[in-house]
């Protein structure tokens, strides 16, 4: 008896190690990716590409990218698709410093978070996991409610707030999109599976989330 009880108080202080181990990795990876000096070139080659730009609009493009990888955190090993163009532009420049990406790759992810271009987003499947995964953990770090956002989170808002002339714009009043933009208002629920300018604003949500 005493020996079960000690094997059984033995296990319960391994799976607590555990979690608290997992606890400060989670608490350091958001931490690094919050307080990350990404190379200022990343921000000089964006305006390049967008002349237009102001540097405050830079200064927020930057932390769109941030945001990006706070999702990707939140992810784990789910795919997540490139939500904006701009922040896109942004990523791949920070790929191009190959070992200071890869350094904050392994310190961030774990791993090596390979670079999937946003101009993928305009195929007809663009409304799949990945899309679902940034909008569900989009709306988790500012506090909206997946289902029933009554706003844009920065990742979908970014290419319209900024007017990027090739970027991604997305709508949450869905019956106004117009050709251009995305319907955005359904991506957190399965009553809509076709690509996103085919769905209504009245799409019912109590399917649940088929993001997983």
Known sequence: MLHFIYFLLLGA???????????NKKSKR???IEQYSFPLSISTKVGEQYPQLSQSDLRLVI????????????????????PSQVIDVAWHEFILFTRQYDQFCSKAFGRFLHHTP?????????AQKG????????????????????RLPLLFAIDAK?????????RLNCKHQGKEAYCASHIGCSGCSGGFSACSSDVSCSGGCSGD
């Open 13 to 23: 202080g391994v799976i607590l190690g555990y979690k608290i181990y997992a606890l």
């Open 162 to 170: 900024l007017n990027i002339r090739d970027g991604f714009h997305y």
């Open 63 to 82: 932390k769109g990218l941030r945001e990006y990888f706070h999702v990707c955190n939140l992810a784990g090993r789910k795919p997540v698709s490139m």
């Open 30 to 32: 958001l931490t690094l």
């Open 118 to 126: 946003a101009e993928a987003m305009k195929s007809p499947t663009m």
């Open 131 to 150: 899309i679902k995964t940034a909008w569900r953990f989009a709306c988790q770090r500012e506090g909206l409610p997946p289902k029933q956002a009554s």
